[in-house]
């Protein structure tokens, strides 16, 4: 089935670092992927839309110069976290789907923990 | 504004007996629904799916109901085993699941044998 990897899954740094988390889609093609974000006890919310080749889509409220978002490939998107402040401590998760199965939902990641000090 | 609502946090069952888990949403346009399951440190994993044209999709153990004039769904487990303890969520999208989705906040399942 499909397999969506995310890395890393558990990141601990000092406030003002900027944080790089990828998200690959292992056995598929992924034109576009989701970036979602969860705090403790809380629904998943949707971040921001990734598309391949062009700029994502950010949901509103969500800072675009805050959370860089990168879709260089077909397998690859990246999330940076710009200059991370103790709020910006979360779980991230990304999600994918398999759009040459148009009966295949989105297959998420394990998520990165992010821990800002 | 939560526009998918999980009223219940958690939820504990006897093992072999039913679990059912409920969702509410308010917004109408909501076509298709979903229902993922989540261990901890983990990413949700995908369970089962229902589109608003059908009142009811069964897999295995799992079964959503889906009663659009109440704007509500639910998910049966039967017979609920240790192994389905995680935490559920729904969630709902506008465009046939191909786009965003609206979670739930989830509903914590606890299988006790």
């Known amino acids: 089935g499909a397999v969506v990897s995310q890395h890393p899954s558990r990141v601990i740094c000092k406030s003002g670092t900027s944080v790089k988390i990828e998200c690959r889609s292992l056995?598929?093609?992924?034109?576009?992927m989701f970036w979602y974000r969860q705090f403790p006890k809380q629904s998943l919310m949707l971040m921001a839309t990734s598309n391949e080749g062009s700029k994502a889509t950010y949901e509103q409220g969500v800072e675009k110069d805050k959370f860089l978002i990168n879709h260089a490939s077909l397998t690859l998107s990246t999330l940076t976290v710009t200059s991370a402040h103790p709020e910006d401590s979360s779980f991230y998760i990304c999600s994918a789907r398999d759009w040459t199965r148009g009966d295949q939902p989105q297959h998420f990641g394990d998520g990165t923990r992010l821990s800002i000090l | 504004d939560q526009q998918v609502k999980q009223n219940s946090p958690s939820l504990s069952v006897q093992e072999g007996r039913i679990s059912i888990l409920n969702c509410d949403y308010t917004n109408s346009m909501f076509d298709y629904f979903l229902w993922y399951k989540k261990y901890p440190a983990e990413g949700p994993t995908f369970l089962i799916s229902i589109s608003s044209i059908k009142d009811k999709n069964e897999d295995g153990r799992f079964t959503v109901f889906l009663n659009k004039s109440a704007k509500h769904l639910s998910l049966h487990i039967v017979p609920s085993q240790p192994g389905d303890s995680a935490v559920y969520f729904c969630?709902?999208?506008?465009?046939?699941?191909?786009?965003?989705?609206?979670f739930g906040q989830g509903t914590r399942l606890t299988i006790n044998p």
């Open positions: 969630a709902a999208s506008a465009d046939q699941g191909a786009q965003k989705l609206v």
């Open positions: 056995d598929f093609q992924a034109t576009t």
